[in-house]
């Protein structure tokens, strides 16, 4: 059973405009959430994570929300630009930072100039 | 920044053959974990180690072994390759110094395909 579910398996957005991807868990244990990019024949590149202490975490154009209640999460990229067409993985881990990580199933999004 | 670097990048095998896969983790990094990334799929967790020791086991078969060194590196062994293995091995790095666990890091990935 895939304990993080990413529904949305594409994307495409407008350069300039919002993207929104979304991740939903079924373990309450997780306590350490992140985001992962990752480019054809390359490795995952960690964008951002968030703690479930927190409920929103910010690094320049990218924002992590969590909300442990519904047990979702979500990262909005505003502006939007053509780099960062890619697949974005949503991963959870129990055991903090340090834990070993469950991956979504990744969304891949498209931003046309 | 140096980053987590792995050897070889494609592998070819056969059936019934064996393959083994170099991790060698950022600078200072003290723990290793590798994942398998099968076709369409997302990356798996195989296994991990901290410190030299197998520090958490995953979805990693039987025929597969993997150590950590005194030099922090890593290696998979897989024995007795079946065409179910062929996918791509990512090796990530973390550290814990100062106390504070860090974010895992991946490398490039090795692409296995078993013929």
């Known amino acids: 059973d895939q304990q993080v579910k990413q529904n949305s398996p594409s994307l495409s957005v407008q350069e300039g405009r919002i993207s929104i991807l979304n991740c939903d868990y079924t373990?309450?244990?997780?306590?350490?959430f992140l985001w992962y990019k990752k480019y054809p024949a390359e490795g995952p590149t960690f964008l951002i994570s968030?703690?479930?202490?927190?409920d929103k975490n910010e690094d320049g154009r990218f924002t992590v929300f969590l909300n442990k209640s519904a047990k979702h999460l979500s990262l909005h990229i505003v502006p939007s630009q053509p780099g960062d067409s890619a697949v974005y993985f949503c991963?959870?881990?129990?055991?903090?930072?340090?834990?070993?990580?469950?991956f979504g199933k990744g969304t891949k999004l498209s931003v046309k100039p | 920044a140096a980053g987590v670097i792995q050897s070889p990048r494609h592998l070819i095998k056969e059936k019934r053959e064996t393959a083994t896969l170099k991790c060698y983790p950022i600078?200072?990094?003290?723990?290793v974990y590798w994942y398998q990334q099968g076709p369409g799929q997302d990356p798996q967790f195989l296994i991990s180690?901290?410190?030299?020791?197998?520090?958490d086991k995953g979805s990693i078969p039987d025929r597969f072994s993997a150590q950590q060194f005194s030099d922090y590196h890593s290696e998979l062994n897989m024995s007795s390759l079946e065409l179910g293995d062929s996918a791509l091995y990512f090796c990530?790095?973390?550290?814990?110094?100062?106390?504070?666990?860090?974010?895992?890091?991946f490398g490039p990935g090795t692409r296995l395909t078993v013929l």
């Open positions: 990530a790095s973390s550290s814990t110094s100062g106390g504070a666990p860090d974010t895992q890091y």
């Open positions: 373990n309450s244990m997780f306590d350490y």
């Open positions: 968030i703690s479930s202490i927190k």
């Open positions: 991963a959870a881990s129990e055991g903090g930072s340090q834990g070993n990580l469950i």
């Open positions: 600078p200072r990094h003290d723990t």
């Open positions: 180690f901290y410190e030299k020791m197998q520090s």
